[in-house]
Each structure stands twice: as C-alpha cells, then as structure tokens.
C-alpha cells in the first residue's frame, strides 16, 4: 500500500509569511504525528492528531498549528514565520497512536525561510 | 520528564570495525525504546525495537535498565550502514515517542 505522503516537497518562504504543509498517512493508519527535524535539534515532536483531535503538543510557539480532517489527512500551519523555522517537517502514521512505537514516515516538506 | 540522550554526534569508523552507537534514557515507568534510521535520501524507518530481541541488518542492542541505556551495536561496519541513526523512547502517555538528536554514521572503505 502507499506510503506516507508529504506535499509540498519544498518550498522557499519569506519572514512574515505563513505556510500550509499536507500529509496523507497510510491508508487504515488514524494517528498523525508532526516533527520538526533540524541538524542541531534532531527530531523535535510538533503534535499528534487521532481521530480529528489533538492528543499532544510539543514545546513550540502558538505560530505552530494542525488539523486533522475525518478522513484521517492532516494539515499543518506556521504563521509569521521566522528564519529558525527552515527545517525538514516530518509526518509520520500510524495505526493506533503515536506511542505504539513503529511510526511510518513520510519524505517530509523542506522549509526554507529566506 | 522523558528525554533520550545521543551523546556523539557524528561517529566514523573504518569497514570492518565495531561500531556501538551510545543511548541513554531517562523515564518514569516501564521503557520501550526503538531505533530509527535514515538512509541518505530515504525515508526515517525504524530499524529495531528491544522487547524484540532480534537481530536486524546485524545490529543489537539492549536494554540495560540499570543504567537506562539502550546502546546500538554492530560488530563488523558496513558501507551500507552510513546513515543517521535515532534512538526514540515511547512516551504513551503523551502520545508521542521522544527522539535523541541522532548520531551520523560515516563508514569510511
């Protein structure tokens, strides 16, 4: 079946400008997981969705928003973004919740803020 | 609060020679601790979880609870196994599972 798929692929933003990032999990999967992967930070957790609700939220700015639709697609959102937010931002799937342990991941969406 | 630690960032070891990547942990209940990996310009997969036990692409590592450490280990490096490597620690309770700041690996031929 299909992996997990992230689009935009790339994209190139300017400071103040928002941005809509989309992911579609694996077909039967209802957790979405989002991650902000940096060089200096690793892999920092965003927020996980399940069944259209947010579960949990890691430590990042109001700016950082998500959805996640009924038929399990996820969106997320930075507002007013700022140079420190170009980053690879991860979604990963999975079937019954993040803390399961196998989460499957997507290609990712590279953000540069210019 | 749940945090896992990658002490080395970076880790070069010549094809041939043992390579044990270092994971630590700190967590209040009963750990369940992953390894994740990712190939350049591949996806992040996981390469191995400890309540499996198993062996895979030659890598083990255990849990040592004593001294919350989950090290990765293999005894022959690989070419193949240049990659950045993540240990991850779930935290049910918080949905998520908690990464370390991963360990690039460079075999070197």
């Known amino acids: 079946k299909a992996g997990v798929t992230q689009t935009p692929r790339y994209l190139i933003k300017t400071r103040g400008q928002q941005v809509t990032l989309s992911c579609s999990p694996i077909s039967g999967h209802r957790s979405v997981s989002w991650y902000q992967q940096t060089p200096g930070q690793g892999l920092q957790f965003l927020f996980e969705y399940f069944s259209e609700t947010q579960r949990n939220k890691g430590n990042f700015p109001g700016r950082f928003s998500g959805r996640q639709f009924s038929n399990s697609r996820s969106e997320m959102n930075v507002s007013t973004l700022e140079l420190g937010d170009s980053a690879l931002y991860l979604c990963?799937?999975?079937?019954?919740?993040?803390?399961?342990?196998?989460?499957?991941f997507g290609e990712g969406s590279r953000l540069t803020v210019l | 609060a749940q945090r896992v630690t990658q002490p080395e960032k970076l880790l070069s070891v010549f094809k041939g020679a043992p390579v044990e990547l270092k994971c630590n942990y700190s967590?209040?209940?009963?750990?369940?601790l992953f390894w994740y990996v990712q190939y350049s310009r591949q996806r992040l997969q996981l390469l191995l979880r400890h309540i499996s036990r198993e062996s895979i692409k030659g890598f083990t590592a255990d849990l040592n609870k004593g001294e919350t450490s989950f090290h990765l280990k293999k005894p022959f490096a690989q070419e193949e196994d240049s990659a950045m490597y993540y240990c991850a620690l779930a935290d049910y309770g918080n949905n998520r599972l908690a990464f370390g700041k991963g360990n690039q690996v460079v075999v070197i031929p």
């Open positions: 967590y209040s209940g009963s750990p369940e």
């Open positions: 990963a799937s999975d079937t019954g919740g993040a803390g399961t342990g196998e989460l499957f």
